[in-house]
C-alpha cells in the first residue's frame, strides 16, 4: 500500500510490518469473559446472547467536531477502565427524510459495531471470515444500527460488521477552502478508517483480518465501488466486494461541480467570504447546515455523492475500469429487478399517481429526445400498470441514475476483465417493502426489498412491521445467506442443493434470484440492455 498522511494508514502498515495476526493477538487479554474484548484502544464489554456475542458503539475515530470538522478523521483516543459495548452509538448528522426514520444532530457519531457467533462450550473456533457492511442512505442518512448483525453472523458463521461515517453536509460536500487531496471525500476516509480499524483490532474478536470482505447497499454499495476505484488509497484493506445496487461504472460529479453545491451551501448560511468560509462552516451549528443542505438539494436525493478527481476517488469508474485501476478482489455484483419502483411508488405516497395519460411526459422528463424510441418500446401497458411500466423503464437503465440493471451489467463486463465477478439479480416478487408505499402500488423486487432476506428484522429497525416472509422467500434467504458467505470466506458464492454459480463471462451468467426459478439466466434479454445500449453507446459501452 502507497505511504500516504492519513494518520491510520501509518498505523495500518505498522500492523502489516509487525503480522496482523500476532498483532491482534498481542491485544487480547487473558481469561474466558466471553463479553470481553482487548482493542487497540483499550477494553470493551459487549452482549452475549441468543448465540452471539455482540459489541456496539465502539469508537473507530476522533469526533470530526472543531477543525476535525472537514478534515480526514484522526484514529479514536485511548481509554482507561472497561468501555460499554451493550448499545449503538449515535447516527451521524441527518434529517428524517427518504423514507429512513433516523434524525440526529451528533457529530460524535464514528462507531464501529462487531458480532460473532458464540456457542458455549465450543473449542476456540479458526480466526473467522469477516464481512464489513457499509450502510445504505443515498450518502445524506441512515445509520449501522438500522441492520440486525446477528442472524448473518450465526448462519454464515462469520465475524460481522458495521460502522457510521459522515453523511452529507458534513461527509460528501466540497468547497474550495478544504484541502485539495480529499475534497469532497469525508464520508469515504471514514470508511476506510474504520476498514483498517479492522485489520488492526479484528482478531482479537475471532475475526481473520486476511479475510475481509467489504460490502453495502445502495450508498453503501457506491461507496464500495469508491473502494475499488481508488487503488493507490485501499489496497490491502479487503480482500473481496458484495456491491448491492450501484452501479459502479455510472457517472458521479466531478471535485469541480461539488464545489458549487458548497459554494451555495456555504454562501446559504453566511459564509460567502472565501478567506474565512472554512472557520464560518466548522463553526456554525449542526442543524444549520443540515436544512441548507436540504434547501439546496430540494427533491435530488444525490445532490451529495461522492465526487470524480481528489485521491480519495481519481477516477471514474468508466475510465478505471477499463484500464485495470482499480483494487483487483473477487467481486459480487448485481441489484434487484424492480429497482426504481420504489421511486414511483413514493411519488404515489405524495399524490404525483402515473396514468396512461401522464406516463409519455414522465419518460419525456427523464429521457429528453430519446423519449420516443424508449416509448414506442415501453408503453403504458409493457407491464400490469403505468406506474409499474415506469418503474420497469427506470429499472432497465435510467443514464442519471446508476441504479439500474443495464448498469450493473456495464459495470460487470468491464470488471470481469481483470477479476472473479458473480453477478445477480434478486427477483422476489412477493419481497416485502422496507419502506412505506401507497396500498395500491404493485412494489415487486424493488430497491432495498432484499435486505430483509440477509439482515432479518431490518424492516422492524425502519420502523415498519412488514409482512413476514413466504416459506418460499424464507428458503431463498437461507440460500442467498450461503451464498454471500460463502463468497466471503472464499471468494466463491455457493449454496447447498442450490444451483452453481460461475463468475460471470457472458450475459447468460447471471443468477436470478427468485424462488422457483433460482439459477443463470440472461439479464440483458431481461432488461432489454441492447436497446439501450443502441440509444446511450458511451454508457453501455460492452
Sequence with gaps: MKLLSLPWQGALLLCAALGLAGYAKAQTPAGADPA?????????????????????????????????RFAPPEPAAPWSGVRDASRYGSACPQLERYGIPESSRDEDCLFVNVTVPFRPGEAAAAPRPVLVWIHGGAFV????????LDALAKDGDLVVMSFNY????????????????????????????????????????????????????SAGAGSVCMHLLAPDETTGLFERAIVVSAGCASALPSVAEGEKVGLAMAAKVGCGDPASALACLRAKPVDELLKAAADIAGANILTFTPLIGAKTVPLPGAEAFPAGKFVKVPVMNGGTRDEQRLYVGYAALEGEVVTAANYPDEI???????????LEKYPPTYASSPPATLGSVWSDFRRDV????????????????FVPVYEFVFA???????????????????????????????????????????????????IMTAYWSSFARTGAPSAPAAPAWKPFRSDDDVMNLEPGKLGLFNASVAHNCAFWKSLYPDDLTR
Excluded at 459487549?46 to 473507530?60: D, H, S
Design 36 to 68: 470481553l474484548v482487548m482493542t487497540q484502544q483499550g477494553a470493551v464489554r459487549g452482549v452475549v446472547a441468543e448465540g452471539v456475542r455482540a459489541f456496539k458503539g465502539i469508537p473507530y475515530a476522533l469526533p470530526p467536531t472543531g477543525e476535525r
Design 141 to 148: 442518512g441512515g445509520s449501522s444500527g438500522l441492520y440486525p
Design 166 to 217: 459522515r453523511l452529507g453536509a458534513f461527509g460528501f460536500v466540497a468547497h474550495p477552502s478544504f484541502a485539495a487531496d480529499y475534497n469532497g471525500g469525508y464520508g469515504l476516509l471514514d470508511q476506510r478508517a474504520a476498514l483498517a480499524w479492522v485489520k488492526r483490532n479484528i482478531a482479537a474478536f475471532g475475526g481473520d483480518p486476511g479475510n475481509v470482505t467489504v460490502a453495502g447497499e
Design 364 to 374: 419525456r422528463k427523464v429521457y429528453g429526445d430519446k423519449a420516443k424510441a424508449v
Design 402 to 417: 446508476g441504479i439500474n440493471n443495464c448498469a450493473y451489467l456495464e459495470a460487470a463486463k468491464l470488471m470481469g476483465a
Design 428 to 478: 422476489d416478487s412477493d419481497a416485502p417493502p422496507v419502506t412505506p408505499s401507497d396500498p395500491g402500488f404493485e412494489m415487486g423486487a424493488v430497491h432495498s426489498s432484499e435486505l430483509p432476506y440477509l439482515f432479518p428484522h431490518f424492516d422492524n429497525t425502519m420502523k415498519r412491521a412488514g409482512p413476514d416472509l413466504t416459506p418460499a422467500s424464507q428458503q431463498l434467504a437461507a
